[in-house]
């Protein structure tokens, strides 16, 4: 197993450096020992939540483009919108940096859509024709951050690219190769309150990049610190590893800023090149060989960070490598470990197959002092997949909700994935340092209409480039109401409430001697028995002719057909266990032997049949539920030989279905689909045997 890179600093004491060149040659002299590689670091995948964010379209932006004009379809996208933030003023207004060279100013209207997009600034035009966007999917005009006081000041900063071969500036820092240059840029407006930009600029900080991308990505200032405080004015730099660190130690090199947090006083003169100072307070000023600027270290792509309002705990969403996308709760001094880390796994640089970096931890791993993630989710690959390839997973930092107008979400950190929109949250709560990890919850979308969509339902229409694509971001305003943003298409979307899936009332009528055997019908019934206060499938059954559904089932023929409809029950697979694709099914909306719903409770969650929604309508059975991914669908149902208490849920109105197990308040399954608004319930399998007891229905009879 790899050594670590020495501590830099653990629990509040410093760990002197020497020099650069100590913490390289540590890393560089450790060779990895035998261990067995981790290909499912985290096995267990976000929780499905019944709760929803209810998404209001809020802004709309021009078409632009990336200078020079890209061959890499990702960056192809409608307006490659990268924030929101509202401005310090008191007035209300939120900037939008596009990637591609041009900064908004939007109003809030009183109808709750935004006035606006207007060009505020055009940083693409100012550095022209320097200004690099077409390559790095970060590349270009990255972000902006205002000072606290800008209503008075005027003073903002932005932080932009450049192609280092069209440049003649020598960077403050920079690696070998250096092809990119990252600038952090301070502009002061003659007149804060106007709706355009007029003053001056000057340069703060230039960082060389060896890759195009992991440059700097944002910069900001803390929002909790008051006016005297310490950390009040001094900005928040967050530098990549410009692409290096998989197979260099650059972001556990004290002498460079690559792979770390930087802070800096913006209005300060100590720095190394004059326009910047390095605040006392840091946690590496005076160590021997290290940049007083630090703030923290260790880090692939430091992508997106924020401050709770209520705790003044800084959360980052940090981009991954190879396998673990991670949220960290950063404090001075941390060295997330990067690329000694990813998470908390131990990132093999040299291994000969790169499929089999991930390794677990050493049993002596606390000596070197490492932070580790409070929340992560890995990239969960589908079998066959080639590791060298960008699987497609990216996460979003995002904010703990500290606003009054959705109190569903207080407290909860919502966050997500950059490229196929999903939205998370995790209690602020539960994310603790040293221990396990929050978990994690997948939000549902609803549009304004109360209808269920995914990000890419909303971000699609209009995207050029793959519309499956969203790249999402969040932002808020000064009040910590949410935004969710799209590069797709160029929008925006406020969140305005929250809604329960499948909460609606599903009626008070009972169905009575459900368990009484004259009130079944089987498919076959020589295959069923029913001793008392039991429903058995005792024998499996069989393939019959016609479309592809379940084998066999019985039918409760007590009480009316239902429209909406509550079924609970109790069940269990009498299959032995040592069966991998073992199953029961709930059947619902039942209208003939060709024409229902059914939930399917497996062992298995990885084909197209198993452990999910379906509908048979005269064809061969159809997936509804939102969790199948293609690949693998939600946590199976049944693995054991218990009973399970399954609740069903089903809403024709709405065409909402949703499948709960074993008490839990969030559903394993959910789906929509309207095709049947009523029918019967019954039990059954495909080819197994199992059993059902206690069961109620509940529901509203149809007329």
């Known amino acids: 197993m790899r050594i670590p890179t020495p501590t830099i600093r653990a629990s509040g004491t410093t760990a002197s450096l020497t020099a650069a060149a100590l913490i390289l040659s540590a890393a560089l002299a450790a060779s990895p020992a035998q261990a067995d590689p981790v290909y499912d670091p985290i096995p267990e995948p976000p929780i499905q939540s019944g709760l929803g964010l209810v998404l209001e379209e809020y802004a709309a932006f021009p078409r632009s483009e990336p200078v020079p004009a890209p061959t890499d379809?990702?960056?192809?996208?409608?307006?490659?919108?990268?924030?929101?933030?509202?401005?310090?003023?008191?007035?209300?207004?939120?900037?939008?940096?596009?990637?591609?060279?041009?900064?908004?100013?939007?109003?809030?209207?009183?109808?709750?859509?935004?006035?606006?997009?207007?060009?505020?600034?055009?940083?693409?035009?100012?550095?022209?024709?320097?200004?690099?966007?077409?390559?790095?999917?970060?590349?270009?005009?990255?972000?902006?951050?205002?000072?606290?006081?800008?209503?008075?000041?005027?003073?903002?900063?932005?932080?932009?690219?450049?192609?280092?071969?069209?440049?003649?500036?020598?960077?403050?820092?920079?690696?070998?190769?250096?092809?990119?240059?990252?600038?952090?840029?301070?502009?002061?407006?003659?007149?804060?309150?106007?709706?355009?930009?007029?003053?001056?600029?000057?340069?703060?900080?230039?960082?060389?990049?060896?890759?195009?991308?992991?440059?700097?990505?944002?910069?900001?200032?803390?929002?909790?610190?008051?006016?005297?405080?310490?950390?009040?004015?001094?900005?928040?730099?967050?530098?990549?590893?410009?692409?290096?660190?998989?197979?260099?130690?650059?972001?556990?090199?004290?002498?460079?800023?690559?792979?770390?947090?930087?802070?800096?006083?913006?209005?300060?003169?100590?720095?190394?090149?004059?326009?910047?100072?390095?605040?006392p307070g840091n946690p590496f000023v005076g160590d021997p060989g290290a940049l007083g600027e630090i703030y923290a270290v260790g880090m692939r792509d430091p992508h997106r960070f924020s401050w709770d309002r209520a705790t003044g705990r800084m959360y980052l969403g940090h981009i991954g490598e190879h396998a673990i996308e991670a949220i960290y709760d950063v404090r001075a001094g941390d060295n997330l470990g990067w690329s000694e880390r990813e998470g908390a796994f131990v990132f093999d640089r040299t291994a000969t197959d790169p499929c089999d970096r991930i390794l677990p931890l050493p049993a002596d791993d606390d000596r070197y002092g490492y932070t580790y993630p409070v929340a992560a989710y890995d990239h969960d690959p589908p079998p066959g997949w080639n590791c060298t390839d960008d699987v497609g997973v990216a996460v979003a930092g995002g904010f703990v909700y500290r606003g009054r107008d959705v109190p569903a979400l207080r407290g909860k950190y919502v966050f997500g994935d950059i490229v196929d929109g999903r939205v998370f949250y995790t209690e602020a709560s539960r994310m603790r340092r040293g221990g396990e990890l929050a978990p994690l919850h997948q939000l549902m979308l609803f549009d304004s209409t109360g209808r269920r969509v995914r990000m890419q339902d909303l971000s699609g229409p209009g995207a050029p480039g793959d519309p499956n694509r969203v790249d999402l971001r969040f932002g808020t305003d000064a009040e910590g109401e949410l935004y969710l943003l799209a590069k797709a298409n160029g929008k925006i979307w406020r969140v305005t409430g929250t809604r329960t899936f499948a909460a609606g009332d599903v009626g008070n009528t009972r169905v009575r001697d459900t368990m009484r055997p004259t009130n079944w019908?089987?498919?076959?019934?020589?295959?069923?028995?029913?001793?008392?206060?039991?429903?058995?499938?005792?024998?499996?059954?069989?393939?019959?002719?016609?479309?592809?559904?379940?084998?066999?089932?019985?039918?409760?023929?007590?009480?009316?057909?239902?429209?909406?409809?509550?079924?609970?029950?109790?069940?269990?697979?009498?299959?032995?266990?040592?069966?991998?694709?073992?199953?029961?099914?709930?059947?619902?909306?039942?209208?003939?032997?060709?024409?229902?719903?059914?939930?399917?409770?497996?062992?298995?969650?990885?084909?197209?049949?198993?452990?999910?929604?379906?509908?048979?309508?005269?064809?061969?059975?159809?997936?509804?539920?939102?969790?199948?991914?293609?690949?693998?669908?939600?946590?199976?149902?049944?693995?054991?030989?218990?009973?399970?208490?399954?609740?069903?849920?089903?809403?024709?109105?709405?065409?909402?279905?949703?499948?709960?197990?074993?008490?839990?308040?969030?559903?394993?399954?959910?789906?929509?689909?309207?095709?049947?608004?009523?029918?019967?319930?019954?039990?059954?399998?495909?080819?197994?045997?199992?059993?059902?007891?206690?069961?109620?229905?509940?529901?509203?009879?149809?007329?």
């Open 521 to 703: 019908r089987p498919v076959t019934p020589e295959k069923w028995r029913f001793p008392r206060g039991r429903v058995v499938l005792a024998e499996a059954g069989e393939q019959r002719p016609g479309p592809r559904r379940p084998f066999e089932y019985a039918v409760l023929t007590a009480g009316p057909e239902f429209g909406a409809v509550q079924v609970t029950a109790e069940v269990r697979l009498d299959t032995p266990v040592e069966v991998t694709n073992r199953d029961v099914i709930i059947v619902f909306g039942y209208r003939s032997d060709t024409e229902f719903y059914y939930a399917h409770l497996s062992t298995d969650n990885t084909i197209y049949p198993h452990n999910g929604i379906f509908k048979v309508d005269n064809a061969d059975r159809e997936r509804l539920d939102h969790q199948w991914n293609g690949v693998r669908g939600a946590p199976p149902a049944i693995t054991d030989a218990r009973w399970h208490r399954v609740r069903l849920v089903h809403l024709p109105a709405t065409g909402e279905i949703a499948v709960y197990l074993d008490g839990s308040r969030e559903p394993l399954m959910t789906a929509v689909d309207t095709t049947f608004d009523s029918g019967r319930i019954g039990f059954g399998s495909f080819d197994n045997v199992g059993r059902l007891r206690d069961l109620a229905v509940r529901g509203t009879p149809v007329a």
């Open 73 to 279: 379809v990702r960056l192809m996208r409608h307006a490659r919108i990268n924030a929101l933030v509202e401005l310090p003023d008191g007035s209300g207004r939120q900037a939008v940096p596009d990637l591609n060279g041009r900064l908004y100013l939007i109003d809030p209207g009183g109808s709750g859509d935004a006035v606006g997009p207007r060009v505020y600034l055009d940083v693409g035009a100012a550095f022209a024709p320097e200004f690099f966007s077409g390559q790095g999917l970060g590349q270009g005009f990255g972000f902006v951050a205002f000072d606290p006081g800008f209503g008075r000041n005027g003073r903002f900063y932005t932080v932009h690219t450049e192609q280092a071969s069209r440049v003649t500036e020598t960077p403050d820092f920079a690696q070998p190769g250096t092809q990119f240059h990252g600038i952090v840029t301070e502009w002061t407006a003659d007149d804060p309150a106007a709706d355009t930009f007029a003053g001056t600029r000057r340069e703060v900080l230039r960082i060389g990049f060896a890759g195009r991308v992991h440059g700097i990505q944002q910069i900001d200032f803390n929002p909790t610190a008051r006016r005297g405080s310490p950390d009040h004015g001094l900005l928040y730099v967050a530098v990549g590893d410009g692409g290096t660190g998989a197979r260099g130690t650059d972001p556990q090199n004290m002498a460079m800023p690559h792979g770390k947090i930087l802070r800096i006083d913006p209005r300060g003169t100590n720095a190394g090149n004059g326009r910047y100072g390095v605040p």
